[in-house]
């Protein structure tokens, strides 16, 4: 009787723990990403997973605008030296709660999005389409380039009282390994 409580015991903390690690963490990793050429400019397609934790969704209900960075960079690799940097690009997306008409806002440059719900919120910001990066031009016929992408969320640009709250906070931030492949032009 005293083994089967403790056990009982065990699992509930075991659970507990769980869904508590589970509500507070962020995360978020590339699935996908592979360079398109589309009328002679090399162009970025990728799908990501992003999952808020608990205290950016609250932070996003109470109004605050979160920032996303999108690195993507381009090297060709060297045989004795350093890697020569081809191509560094970013990208910005911001997400916000308006409470007036109770959508979510995605934002990139001059578009805009509206969703009724997070989960198509962050659905969209989980999708880079047709993203122009280099003309045709930049890469060399029959050379192999090594392309990369990450996503994380800028912290530099929440506001300044959470910024504090947030250095060193599992809870504010959210990025993604860097997702490496390998590109070859092969086709002139």
Do not use: C
């Not at 507990?16 to 589970?22: E, Q, Y």
């Not at 081809?86 to 997306?93: E, P, Y």
């Not at 060399?140 to 992408?149: M, R, T, V």
């Amino acid at each position: 009787m005293r083994a089967y409580k403790k056990s009982n015991l065990l699992l509930l903390l075991i659970g507990l723990f769980a869904s508590v690690l589970l509500a507070a963490n962020n995360h978020a990793h590339i699935k996908s990403a592979e360079l398109v050429l589309r009328d002679e400019v090399w162009t970025l397609d990728a799908e990501l997973d992003v999952q808020l934790g608990q205290s950016l969704e609250l932070a996003l209900s109470k109004g605050v605008v979160l920032t996303f960075l999108y690195e993507f960079q381009l090297t060709k690799p060297m045989k004795y030296w350093f890697d020569d940097e081809v191509l560094t690009k970013r990208r910005v997306m911001t997400l916000n709660y308006h409470a007036l008409t109770k959508q979510y806002l995605l934002q990139l440059e001059q578009q805009q999005k509206a969703f009724d719900n997070l989960t198509d919120a962050k659905r969209e910001l989980g999708i880079l389409r047709e993203w122009r990066l280099a003309p045709h031009a930049i890469l060399e016929k029959n050379q192999p380039y090594q392309a990369a992408l990450k996503m994380h969320l800028d912290q530099t640009k929440l506001p300044k009282a959470l910024q504090v709250d947030a250095l060193g906070e599992s809870d504010w931030e959210l990025i993604t390994p860097t997702f490496n492949w390998w590109v070859k032009e092969s086709v002139r």
